[in-house]
């Protein structure tokens, strides 16, 4: 899995790529570092995943 910063006019965007071939992982969780923000993404049924 990969994680991303993309910055635009608008605010700055993470980008979090991922494969899941076997389908063993259920759900990906994001927590920020310097601020109090996260967000979980399913991705059960996903083989490859790309969440923003």
Do not use: R
């Not at 635009?8 to 965007?13: A, V």
């Not at 076997?22 to 995943?49: C, G």
């Amino acid at each position: 899995m990969s994680y991303q910063v993309i910055k635009t006019k608008h605010g700055n965007y993470g980008l979090l790529v991922g494969k899941n071939p076997d389908l063993h992982i259920e759900q990906i969780t994001a927590k920020l570092m310097y601020e109090e923000f996260s967000f979980t993404s399913n991705v059960s049924k996903e083989e490859a995943f790309l969440t923003y």
